[in-house]
């Protein structure tokens, strides 16, 4: 029960330097999400995709872009990375049909630090 | 719009204590209520939820009862172990015709000393 995986699970960049956070799910879900976790801030919403071909913006979308290349697989890219990005990124996903809420599927976690 | 506010914590306690999270949201409407935990090193899961006004959520020797008229869905459980030290989040989730939109609240840490 692989559901959903996270790669990678720790990173350090130093300021101005790109990269892509990857995350696949297995559970045939529509949507999927992008979230950053800080301390005494909770859970914040970066992007999301409702299905396969769409995104859009959360509450805090500046400085990332995401591609949800098939319905598996959704990245999240930092093309120039600041310090204020340092976080612990987590994808989840979800069915999404008539009727719900329903939970959320995260994956294990990105811890990453920008110096 | 909709919001959910709980003690940041940490909250210690030694095993078997009694633990109470409080959490209170603000929301139009009848919405879900659902509580996640966060084990260390780990990604949010599921721990129990409720769907209208006077349900009990139950799992895993936790319980919450959602409170209409005091907007209220407090976790509680009579005898933590060591086990149960995580981080707790009450969240209001919303199916907003494309994807879960949820709000979390800011997460509760949970520390159990034997």
């Known amino acids: 029960n692989a559901g959903v995986t996270q790669t990678p699970k720790f990173q350090v960049l130093k300021t101005g330097q790109s990269m892509t956070l990857q995350c696949a799910q297995d559970m045939n879900h529509n949507s999927m999400y992008w979230y950053r976790q800080d301390p005494g801030m909770g859970l914040r919403l970066i992007y999301y995709?409702?299905?396969?071909?769409?995104?859009d913006k959360g509450e805090v979308p500046n400085g990332y872009n995401v591609s949800r290349l098939n319905k598996r697989e959704f990245s999240l890219r930092l093309e120039s990375a600041a310090p204020s990005q340092t976080s612990v990124y987590f994808c989840a996903s979800s069915y999404n049909r008539e009727g719900g809420p329903e939970k959320l599927f995260f994956g294990s976690g990105t811890q990453l630090s920008v110096l | 719009g909709n919001s959910v506010t709980q003690m940041e914590g940490p909250v210690t306690l030694s095993e078997e204590a009694f633990l109470t999270i409080n959490c209170t949201y603000t929301?139009?409407?009848?919405?879900?209520l659902f509580w996640y935990v966060q084990y260390p090193g780990e990604g949010l899961q599921l721990l129990l939820k409720?769907?209208?006004?006077?349900d009990k959520g139950s799992n895993k020797g936790f319980e919450a009862t959602y409170r209409k008229e005091t907007t209220s869905f407090h976790l509680e459980k009579g005898s933590v172990q060591v086990s149960d030290s995580a981080v707790y989040f009450c969240a209001l989730p919303l199916n907003s015709g494309g994807y879960q939109k949820v709000t979390f609240g800011i997460g509760t840490k949970l520390q159990v000393i034997p």
């Open positions: 995709s409702a299905s396969e071909g769409t995104t």
């Open positions: 929301a139009t409407g009848y919405p879900s």
């Open positions: 409720a769907t209208k006004a006077d």
